[in-house]
């Protein structure tokens, strides 16, 4: 089969298509799946120059959002059967043909809905649910600040605050953003290219500030954001596009009783620092079946910016950290 392979630590531009052995069921629990489609992140070219926590084994293909056919299942599998339509989360190898994968973090997606679109739910979309069900506890009503909202986190944390009531103010870099944000029907856009934040915040909220911030950029970002924050706030780190990973002015939080968590969905799927996937997997599990249940009933709907082959890697990538992409790039492989 064709795979995507990294051969040794390098820019992403420098991997190579290569040819490979097709790979055979290791366990009664394993599944074998045709990818159809692989999702692509920044954090995919930190893999492969060896940079980021989790270093899969030289060599392999990256990638690690997909969705695909079942080709076939293990004796223990029940949920899936040959033939179905999957999206899954894998450790690595979804830059490939095929992936043999535990079946434990693969679901089956509905006939009525786009396949490639599903490759933002098993990391993109946890993520956002995650950070604002399980860590933040958002409830109705409640005013939530959401950066890098045309991003694949951010956009999927706009549908998800907007699904359970609350008010959203959606933080993106440009008009073509925003005009975007203002058509998925997020009540606040602040175009950050046109005026701070903060202030638009302040004013917006006549001063009272937002209930929580979902912090997917950092540094000055994460600084001006605790200032946004209304009384008994919370503030939940995403990650840091910025670059810079802020320290917190602890004075702040005690002056306004706000409290500053992250959420790292890595630690659900067994890429944290003790791999606790078989711990988390029900949770999970469970997360992602009310996600594409939100999405048959048209609550929330992931969407793709570019669909490329996957021999334009590098160009896929190129719009991602490009910061031209709204919603996800997907390869189709
Ligand atoms: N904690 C977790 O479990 C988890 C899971 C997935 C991802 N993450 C992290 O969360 C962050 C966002 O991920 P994502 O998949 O949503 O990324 P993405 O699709 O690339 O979106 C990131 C957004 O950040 C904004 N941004 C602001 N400053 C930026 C900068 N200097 N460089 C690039 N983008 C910048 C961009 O929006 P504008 O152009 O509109 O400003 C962009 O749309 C990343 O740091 C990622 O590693 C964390």
Same mark, same amino acid.
């Given at each position: 089969?064709?795979?995507? %392979?990294?051969?040794?630590?390098? @820019?992403?531009?420098?991997?190579?298509?290569?040819?490979?052995?097709?790979?055979?069921?290791?366990?009664?629990?394993?599944?074998?799946?045709?990818?159809?489609?692989?999702? +692509?992140?920044? #954090?995919?070219?930190?893999?492969?120059?060896?940079?980021?926590?989790?270093? @899969?084994?030289?060599?392999?293909?990256? &990638?690690?959002?997909? !969705?695909?056919?079942?080709?076939?299942?293990?004796?223990? +599998?029940?949920?899936? !059967?040959?033939?179905?339509?999957?999206?899954?989360?894998?450790?690595?190898?979804?830059?490939?043909?095929?992936?043999?994968?535990?079946?434990?973090?693969?679901?089956?997606?509905?006939?009525?809905? @786009?396949?490639?679109?599903?490759?933002?739910?098993?990391?993109?979309?946890?993520? !956002?649910?995650?950070?604002?069900?399980?860590?933040?506890?958002?409830?109705? =009503?409640?005013?939530?600040? %959401?950066h =890098? /909202?045309?991003?694949?986190?951010?956009? #999927?944390?706009?549908?998800?605050?907007? /699904?359970? &009531?609350?008010?959203?103010?959606?933080?993106?870099?440009?008009?073509?953003?925003? #005009?975007?944000?203002?058509? $998925?029907?997020?009540?606040?856009?602040?175009?950050?290219?046109?005026?701070?934040?903060?202030?638009? *915040?302040?004013?917006?909220?006549?001063?009272?500030?937002?209930?929580? *911030?979902?912090d997917t950029i950092g540094g000055s970002v994460f600084r001006?954001?605790?200032?946004?924050?209304?009384?008994?706030?919370?503030?939940?780190v995403i990650g840091f596009a910025q670059g810079e990973i802020p320290?917190?002015?602890?004075?702040?939080?005690?002056?306004?009783?706000?409290?500053?968590?992250?959420?790292?969905? &890595?630690?659900?799927?067994?890429?944290?620092?003790?791999?606790?996937?078989?711990?988390?997997?029900?949770?999970? $599990? $469970?997360?992602?079946?009310?996600?594409?249940?939100?999405?048959?009933?048209?609550?929330?709907?992931?969407?793709?910016?570019?669909?490329?082959?996957? &021999?334009?890697?590098?160009? #896929?990538?190129?719009?991602?950290?490009?910061?031209?992409?709204?919603?996800?790039?997907?390869?189709?492989?």
């Amino acid at each position: 089969m064709k795979a995507l %392979i990294c051969e040794s630590w390098r @820019p992403f531009d420098e991997l190579e298509l290569k040819t490979v052995p097709e790979p055979a069921l290791d366990g009664p629990g394993d599944v074998r799946i045709r990818i159809l489609h692989s999702g +692509v992140s920044f #954090a995919t070219t930190l893999v492969v120059q060896g940079k980021y926590q989790r270093k @899969p084994p030289l060599p392999f293909a990256p &990638g690690t959002e997909i !969705a695909g056919e079942v080709l076939e299942v293990g004796a223990e +599998v029940r949920h899936l !059967a040959v033939g179905d339509r999957v999206c899954a989360v894998l450790d690595w190898g979804g830059y490939a043909e095929q992936v043999v994968v535990h079946a434990r973090h693969v679901l089956p997606v509905p006939e009525s809905l @786009p396949l490639e679109a599903s490759v933002a739910l098993p990391i993109s979309y946890m993520t !956002a649910y995650g950070a604002l069900v399980w860590r933040a506890k958002v409830r109705p =009503g409640e005013r939530v600040l %959401i950066h =890098g /909202a045309a991003g694949g986190v951010g956009l #999927a944390a706009v549908e998800i605050a907007l /699904a359970l &009531g609350c008010e959203v103010y959606a933080v993106v870099r440009g008009e073509r953003k925003a #005009a975007f944000l203002r058509e $998925r029907s997020a009540q606040h856009v602040i175009d950050s290219s046109a005026q701070p934040f903060r202030d638009a *915040v302040e004013s917006l909220t006549r001063g009272e500030g937002v209930h929580v *911030v979902l912090d997917t950029i950092g540094g000055s970002v994460f600084r001006e954001s605790l200032r946004c924050l209304q009384l008994d706030g919370r503030h939940i780190v995403i990650g840091f596009a910025q670059g810079e990973i802020p320290q917190v002015p602890a004075n702040i939080l005690l002056l306004k009783n706000i409290s500053v968590s992250g959420f790292n969905v &890595g630690q659900y799927i067994g890429w944290g620092v003790v791999d606790e996937r078989e711990r988390y997997a029900g949770t999970y $599990r $469970r997360g992602m079946e009310q996600l594409i249940n939100w999405w048959a009933d048209g609550r929330i709907a992931p969407k793709v910016h570019a669909r490329l082959p996957l &021999g334009q890697f590098r160009e #896929a990538m190129a719009k991602v950290t490009g910061r031209e992409a709204i919603g996800r790039v997907v390869l189709d492989i």
